[in-house]
């Protein structure tokens, strides 16, 4: 190593929000948190370049959530039967679409966690926990 070449150590490293991050910060209303929060929770779905261009816009240099734009591109995104109807049911927490709750028979129990815990923020109750049942 040169005199002018430095090397990076964990103290310089930047620690850089996910995605998921930046669209629970930017979002407007608790609704929006709450479905930001899920979709970040559960990480599969962000993780996928067909949902993140479905999602995210660039507005005045931030990333958010275009929840309208997702809801009509939904069925084009070839999501799976489980992945349908998680999206549903977070596109429900925004008021988008017509999602039923039997569609929480689709989903395995990380998920079906996931939304449980957004509830009570969605219901701006916080003293609410939702844990294991014993």
């Not at 929840?67 to 988008?96: C, H, K, N, P």
């Not at 569609?103 to 003293?127: F, V």
Request: charged share 25%; hydrophobic share 45%; aromatic share 2%.
């Amino acid at each position: 190593m040169t005199t002018t070449e430095t090397r990076a150590t964990p103290a310089d490293a930047v620690d850089t929000p996910t995605l998921g991050q930046l669209l629970v910060e930017s979002a407007q209303s608790r609704r929006g948190c709450a479905a930001a929060q899920a979709l970040a929770e559960e990480g599969t779905l962000l993780a996928r370049d067909n949902v993140r261009r479905a999602l995210v816009v660039k507005e005045a240099g931030r990333m958010r959530a275009n929840w309208e734009g997702l809801m009509g591109r939904v069925y084009t995104l070839g999501l799976d039967e489980q992945d349908r109807a998680f999206m549903g049911l977070v596109l429900s927490m925004v008021g988008i679409g017509t999602t039923p709750l039997i569609a929480l028979e689709q989903l395995d129990e990380r998920r079906l966690l996931i939304l449980m815990r957004a509830l009570p923020l969605l219901a701006d109750n916080e003293r609410i926990a939702v844990g294991t049942r014993m």
